[in-house]
């Protein structure tokens, strides 16, 4: 059970890892940040052994989308198919291996592979392969066909993100989501329509961005126009768990922020009133990382591509009734503060990289009273990487 310690604001912070006998004892290593062989390893401990997200579901939002991505350094491909199910398979021609697509396309109903036209239902099976037996006419038999379908991919949709997971035997999506979906289960995520999506192709580690996500410290120093540091007071510690889900809450919602009213944007879903001005942000371990309103969704997924670059897929979300056009100046108006925000922390980022290349890097200091939520998100990966405190 997670304890936590009242603040003198009234806030709850969690009863962490952290204490004064840890002062300069860092829980990863600075080379966790920057050594190519380490974030190899994390490929193979982490991503390949997690339910990571891979993509959004309105990449494919039509029968016959197929979008390529890569986790973990595979390639895989999100398909949509006949039904409306998201299906995600190794990016890997049955026949010689050959990725069947790198970037996205729209098919009517078959992927086909450009080496040597085998091509594939959207279900992944295989549908012809021509002079399969030096005939003209000669196709695989039916058996065949069975055989060398497209290897599916376990996977999950979830609040409009695809996750995927590349272990042998996952745990299902379903129980590891579960806690957070009890706790949002008043959101409506069937009604989300995207406002607007970017990306950033970041020159640093992905773990920074995690850890400056959950840093609340940092607000009134990098992000003024939220408030006073009464903004970052007003935030309470909440852990899901503390292996998968940690994150906060701003019970009362932004310090100075308007109250909602009659004229703001519609709700996703049947809000309660206690809700309606709370804000939650948690990451979604490893790389999904979540902000939730009564009336609006971002997510900022992280595709770590090197020890040092990672690329940011930010996307802002609303209800469906919110695509009105009455609405487009407020809509607009929310993604340019969202926005703001997540560039406003870039140049802080890409210090905070240089900075893992210094000897004292190993010997930096997690506060008890700030920083407990980021040292379980630190000792989350210590422990999947093996890393000694």
């Known amino acids: 059970m997670t304890s936590y310690s009242t ?53 494919v939002g039509n029968e016959g989308n197929v979008h390529p991505v890569e986790v973990a350094g595979k390639p895989l491909l999100i398909v949509r198919d006949g039904e409306g199910n998201v299906n995600v398979f190794h990016n890997s021609c049955r026949h010689r291996g050959m990725v069947v697509t790198q970037e996205p396309i729209e098919v009517t109903q078959r992927i086909q592979c450009a080496y040597h036209c085998w091509s594939y239902n959207l279900d992944g099976s295989l549908a012809a392969a021509p002079y399969f037996n030096r005939e003209r006419r000669g196709a695989p038999s039916p058996e065949s066909r069975r055989k060398l379908g497209l290897l599916p991919v376990p996977s999950a949709v979830w609040a409009g993100m695809v996750f995927v997971n590349l272990s042998a035997d996952p745990t299902p999506f379903a129980d590891v989501i579960a806690p957070l979906a009890e706790r949002w289960s008043h959101i409506d995520f069937d009604r989300l329509h995207l406002a607007q999506e970017r990306t950033f192709d970041l020159e640093v580690n992905w773990k920074l961005a995690v850890e400056n996500f959950l840093d609340f410290y940092h607000l009134p120093f990098v992000h003024p126009q939220v408030g006073p540091v009464a903004a970052s007071l007003d935030v309470d510690d909440v852990v899901i768990d503390s292996q998968v889900i940690v994150g906060g809450c701003y019970p009362r919602g932004a310090v100075g922020k308007a109250k909602k009213s009659e004229d703001a944007l519609p709700f996703i879903g049947d809000v309660p009133a206690g809700k309606v001005d709370s804000q939650d942000i948690f990451c979604v371990f490893p790389n999904a990382l979540v902000f939730l309103e009564a009336d609006w969704f971002q997510v900022i997924a992280l595709s770590p591509a090197a020890a040092d670059r990672t690329v940011e897929h930010m996307a802002v979300f609303v209800d469906s009734d919110a695509a009105a ?51 379980m998100f630190q000792t989350a990966v210590a422990a999947r990487m093996g890393y000694q405190s």
Not at 43 to 59: K, L, N
Not at 339 to 368: C, M, W
């Open 7 to 59: 603040t003198s604001t009234g806030n709850t912070i969690v009863d962490g890892p952290l204490s004064e006998d840890t002062y300069g004892r860092s829980i990863l290593p600075a080379s966790a940040y920057t050594d190519p062989q380490e974030f190899a390893r994390e490929q193979r401990m982490i991503f390949s052994a997690e339910w990571v997200w891979a993509g959004y579901t309105h990449w």
């Open 325 to 375: 056009p009455r609405f487009e100046e407020s809509v607009k108006s929310l993604c340019d503060v969202l926005f703001h925000v997540n560039e406003q922390d870039i140049p802080f980022l890409y210090k905070l990289q240089a900075g893992r290349s210094s000897d004292g890097a190993n010997h930096t200091t997690l506060l008890p009273s700030w920083d407990q939520i980021t040292a």
